[in-house]
């Protein structure tokens, strides 16, 4: 048993009591105080909590009592997400010590299920960005090159997978979050069908967009989290009350012959790394091997949806982020016994919120504003429609559409912090599957010619069809490590410190 | 010409509640200026003809019963708080509308 | 030289329009399962959702469209096919999240329309309030204003959040400008918002208490020269908060406004508060820029789609018309006009119509509830119905009826009931309140009267019947007043031979 083996692998090692919750725990706990001061994933530890939790499922196993399969593996939780008394940043000073007094749904499924919690990792600041470089705690370094950017808003989620701290992680996507830190990271991260997983206690960024999922090194371990924090929730009204499709089973089934697999035309070209580009034919070609069908499918207003996207996310994100005014929770600055509420509120939330976050609000803030609202928010929320039409008309001639995931591997830490244009740039593939509220997944296809940096592979299917893009990940994977000899990570340099 | 001006900003950053200071408002504004330009490109395909979509959702009528659930106590209410008294939230005096 | 009323009306046309905000009296909050006691120690109804915490989510409360739809069916409505949320954002402490989850340009009821009586000169006239519409949305927190003199909130040093109000479902209901009311203006509003608040109330989805902020009205005014038909710049006059007040707002408005336009000022689109104290209003705080509320649609709620069987089992529901039902009963229990009008204001109609349908004779119902009981009601500033049970005082009643009570005890036995002393029958035996009705008892009690006063027996054996009035006051005392006053009448007569 070692921290580098899958989720489904320590499943079993529990299981089969080789290994203990508490042990499983305290080995993880060991590999992030040896390689965390370098890779800086997480924001805060929760040592006591997650060795309880542990030591309860060790008490249930051995009591006999039937478990759930994820049952005292560890989990690392992007800290968007509320649990109770733990705290709760946003990866942003405004919440700097703030502790929900509730969970979330998410939390309370992964508590019910037993997964032990280790702590919360760094994200770009209220999730807005593509690099983490947007925490007010400082940015999150890629395991693969602790020079490089590990994606974002999620890079702390999936550096952690990256670098053996956490084989599974808890993600939220609202233009990529968990599909681009994937990509860049060599990890697999979906994000579920709109309304798939509960949004009770996730901290919205735009809530029409936003939807947390699953993140993982595998597309079985990924599909194990998925079966346990999705389904519905009376709590969040835009949850869907439909079963779960069976996304365990299409991970391990391995069989995608007959299948029609659309290559989206608008997703590639000028503008994708070359290395990337590779990749992902390689990865297609595989598809071919394995008896899918190829077809090529137009999706003319894609174009569209990166300018639609600065629009929507950007408005509700203006309106979502209102309630951050020093009253409630969170810090307050200036408030001196003379000032009045109005100005203690505008000298808290400058002081609180970050330079790309102020950008946001201030562009949500125009494009709702009256005289703008048409020519903006109305004009995106049409464009929303038309992508919506694409994918549905891609989807009558094939099961699923993919792309790569990203149109670079990482980045420079700093190398586009100045220029939000460039930055924006990274979602271009990713942000549809957000316009439409359809499910993407993102799992690794190679390493780039031109800088050894992990490729991203994306498999978008129809809404509630989560269950494809585990069928086609699944087969793919497994061709590409029978191809490879060994899974991508091992290709990854070994941290310092790392076992 | 520029899509927006410095003015507009800070009258953004006034309905926003953020007091900005007046070097950033100089250089948002120029950024803004930039991701307008850019994000001003929805406006080609926005036809009347075409339905506006707010939600990725298609459901409709989702609603709780009139039942009552327990509440947080007071301290868990006021937890956060960063001023509380009187099991009150406190804040600093508030001009505006009586 | 300033304009009375009349002169006013004489030259200014008024042109009203009211927007009312109702609590619903729903048992949780519009988008969390949040008890809505009234009074409840600060913050004990609060949960993530109407704290506005990070992270939480609302779901609707059935019954709070339910409820909005009732009321805009019993105000003549259509019930919109497609209705939605919209968030309206501006930051105010006492709104957690700082948007309210309201309805903009998608409410869930539209055009509809109330008609109120108000006494003109030329008698009983009906004035049509059109009604534009009726939409959902929550409540805000309270503050309390510390520091300085007056509790206010000018001069204070800071203010303390109570968030238990905050998320209570309120309804808006406004009506499309109201023309032509001349000088009945403030009849007009005031019988629009009493009738209102009888549906509501007859509706039961509200506790419509003005005094505790349950209904709430805003009085919009304008003015223009008679004959000149075009509308003048209105005001809005926030939170009015009685019907008497609505009137006077309307009063004062239409005086201030016309005294204005008199001496060649211009009238300014604001704010105003109502000052009880005078009757007068004065101006908000005018902000120094408008304020731009960026209604978008709500995404965290879905679509309100209601359809047509759902529809029409909430029109199945909706009770008889107040006014229906007052001509109705009024009828049914030949009540003359002013003595109907005092039953609906001491708002004892409905206790009076239980105590009917419990089998007592509508008279005795309307004068034990109206008399004795709100007699005692008032003297303890209580409402009637908070001393008495209506199956109590129907039981008092039928005693009376069978004889086995005098008005006399029975008195009594509301007093002992109101004491605390147990039901009609246990106050009866504990305070041995019995109608003496044996004959040879009430016979020596008169026999004792005659040979206190002879002189007066013999007047009325010498036919003059008036005189037995003392004797037979002389038979009640002696009993302790549980003698039957027409069987001692009737025995004494007899006795003296008349
Ligand atoms: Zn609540």
């Known amino acids: 048993m070692s921290i580098r083996d899958n989720a489904w692998q320590m499943s079993e090692a529990l299981h089969n009591k080789e290994i203990s919750a508490v042990e499983l725990a305290n080995d993880h706990f060991d590999q992030i105080s040896k390689v965390d001061k370098d890779v800086h994933a997480f924001l805060y530890l929760d040592k006591e909590g997650a060795l309880a939790q542990a030591k309860e499922v060790d008490k249930k196993r051995a009591a006999g009592e039937k478990l759930s399969p994820l049952a005292g593996v560890p989990l690392a939780l992007k800290d968007v997400m509320t649990q109770r008394d733990i705290p709760t940043t946003c990866g942003s000073k405004i919440l700097e010590n703030w502790r929900p007094p509730y969970d979330s749904t998410v939390v309370t499924k992964l508590k019910d299920a037993g997964v032990v919690i280790l702590g919360k990792t760094n994200m770009d600041e209220f999730a807005m960005g593509s690099s983490t470089e947007n925490s007010a705690f400082g940015p999150t370094h890629n395991p693969w090159d602790l020079s490089r ?351 | 010409m520029a ?96 | 030289m300033s304009l009375d009323f009349d002169q006013a009306i004489a030259k200014y046309e008024p042109t009203l329009g009211l927007e009312v905000h109702v609590e619903l009296n729903t048992k949780s909050k519009m988008f969390c399962g949040c008890a809505t006691e009234f009074g409840a120690e600060p913050n004990t109804q609060t949960c993530p959702v109407c704290l506005g915490l990070p992270g939480s989510l609302p779901v609707v409360n059935k019954r709070a469209i339910e409820s909005t739809i009732l009321i805009g069916l019993a105000l003549n409505c259509s019930i919109a096919p497609f209705s939605r949320f919209a968030r309206k954002n501006y930051f105010y402490p006492d709104m957690p999240k700082n948007f309210q989850t309201s309805q903009y340009d998608e409410p869930i009821c539209v055009n509809g329309y109330l008609d109120v009586d108000v006494e003109t000169d030329s008698g009983n006239q009906t004035f049509r309030v059109e009604i534009e519409r009726v939409h959902m949305e929550e409540d805000t927190g309270k503050s309390l204003h510390v520091g300085g003199s007056t509790g206010r909130i000018h001069g204070a040093e800071y203010s303390l959040l109570d968030y238990n109000r905050a998320g209570i479902p309120l309804v808006e209901i406004v009506t499309k400008i109201v023309p032509n009311t001349g000088k009945y203006a403030p009849e007009v509003a005031r019988a629009y918002v009493a009738s209102l608040r009888d549906i509501l109330r007859g509706l039961k989805v509200s506790d419509v208490k003005m005094e505790q902020g349950s209904l709430r009205c805003d009085v919009n005014l304008s003015l223009s020269p008679t004959g000149s038909g075009k509308l003048g710049t209105r005001s809005e006059t926030k939170n009015v908060n009685s019907l008497r007040s609505v009137e006077r707002a309307v009063t004062g408005e239409i005086i201030r406004q016309s005294n204005r336009l008199e001496t060649g000022e211009r009238i300014v689109q604001e704010t105003r508060h109502f000052l009880e104290e005078s009757g007068q209003t004065r101006p908000g705080r005018s902000k120094e820029k408008a304020e731009d509320y960026r209604y978008f649609p709500e995404p965290d709620l879905v679509p309100v789609v209601p359809d047509a069987k759902w529809i029409e089992e909430l029109r199945k529901q909706l009770p008889e018309k107040p006014a229906d039902r007052r001509k109705r009963l009024q009828l049914a229990w030949s009540v003359p006009d002013k003595e109907m009008a005092a039953m609906v204001n001491a708002e004892l109609l409905d206790t009076v119509e239980a105590t009917v349908l419990l089998g007592s004779d509508p008279t005795k119902a309307r004068s034990w509830w109206l008399g004795e009981v709100s007699r005692i009601a008032n003297d303890r500033a209580v409402s009637p119905t908070e001393l008495i049970s209506v199956k109590d005082v129907a039981q008092i009643i039928e005693l009376i009826s069978s004889g086995e009570l005098t008005d006399k005890l029975a008195r009594q036995v509301v007093e002992g009931v109101i004491a605390g002393e147990g039901s009609p029958s246990e106050v009866i035996t504990k305070r041995g309140l019995k109608v003496v009705s044996d004959d040879s008892q009430l016979m020596s009690a008169i026999e004792s009267a005659i040979a206190a006063a002879p002189e007066t027996a013999e007047r009325v054996r010498g036919g003059n019947i008036p005189a037995a009035g003392a004797l037979i006051g002389a038979v009640m005392k002696s009993t302790g007043g549980q003698a039957d006053a027409a069987k001692v009448r009737e025995l004494l007569l007899k006795h003296l031979g008349q």
């Open chain 1, 149 to 499: 950017i590990p994606g974002g808003s999620g890079g702390g989620s999936a550096a952690s997978l990256a670098a053996f701290e956490a084989p599974l992680a808890i993600g939220t996507d609202t233009g990529g979050s968990i599909r681009q830190p994937a990509a860049v990271t060599g990890t697999v991260g979906v994000k579920p069908t709109y309304g798939g997983v509960s949004r009770y206690g996730l901290v919205a960024f735009s809530s029409s967009l936003d939807q947390a999922g699953p993140c993982a090194r595998t597309v079985l371990d990924t599909a194990l989290l998925h079966q346990v924090i999705a389904g519905y929730d009376p709590k969040d009204s835009t949850s869907i009350n439909q079963a779960v499709p069976d996304v365990v089973a299409a991970a391990k089934k391995l069989d995608v012959k007959g299948m029609k697999i659309g290559i989206v035309k608008q997703l590639s070209g000028d503008g994708y790394q070359k290395g990337v580009s590779n990749k992902f034919n390689d990865a297609i070609a595989e598809l071919v091997k394995l008896g899918a069908e190829i077809v090529e499918v137009s999706c003319p207003n894609f174009e569209y949806a990166l300018a639609a996207y600065y629009l929507i996310a950007p408005s509700e994100c203006s309106s979502n982020l209102a309630r951050f005014d020093s009253i409630r929770f969170g810090l307050r600055v200036g408030d001196d016994g003379i000032k009045s509420a109005e100005e203690v509120m505008n000298l808290t939330r400058q002081a609180g919120f970050g330079r790309e976050v102020k950008r946001r609000i201030i562009l949500g803030t125009y494009a709702l504003s009256s005289g703008y609202y048409d020519a903006y928010y109305g004009s995106a929320q049409k464009v929303r429609t038309l992508i919506k039409q694409d994918f549905d008309n891609a989807f009558t001639k094939c099961d699923v559409l993919v792309s790569p995931t990203a149109p670079t591997t990482a980045f420079k830490i700093g190398e586009k912090s100045e220029d939000p244009l460039a930055m924006y740039l990274n979602d271009i593939a990713t942000i549809p599957v957000n316009m439409a509220g359809i499910g993407g997944m993102s799992l690794p296809c190679g390493l780039a010619e031109e800088d050894n940096l992990p490729v991203g592979f994306q498999i978008m299917a129809p809404a509630m069809k989560d269950d494809r893009m585990y069928l086609v990940g699944g087969a793919l994977e497994a061709a590409l490590l029978s191809k490879w000899g060994k899974p991508i990570l091992d290709f990854a340099p070994i941290l310092a410190g790392s076992k």
């Open chain 2, 3 to 98: 899509a927006i001006s410095r003015d507009e900003v800070a009258n953004l950053a006034r309905l926003a509640r953020i007091s900005m200071s007046d070097a950033e408002l100089d250089h948002l504004a120029g950024e803004m200026d930039v991701i307008l330009g850019a994000v001003a490109r929805v406006q080609e395909v926005a036809s009347a003809d075409v339905a506006p979509t707010s939600h990725p959702l298609a459901v409709n009528n989702v609603t709780r019963e009139d039942v009552v659930t327990t509440s947080l106590t007071p301290a868990q209410a006021l937890s956060g708080a960063p001023a509380s008294a009187e099991q009150r939230f406190k804040v600093p005096q508030i001009l505006g509308e009586e």
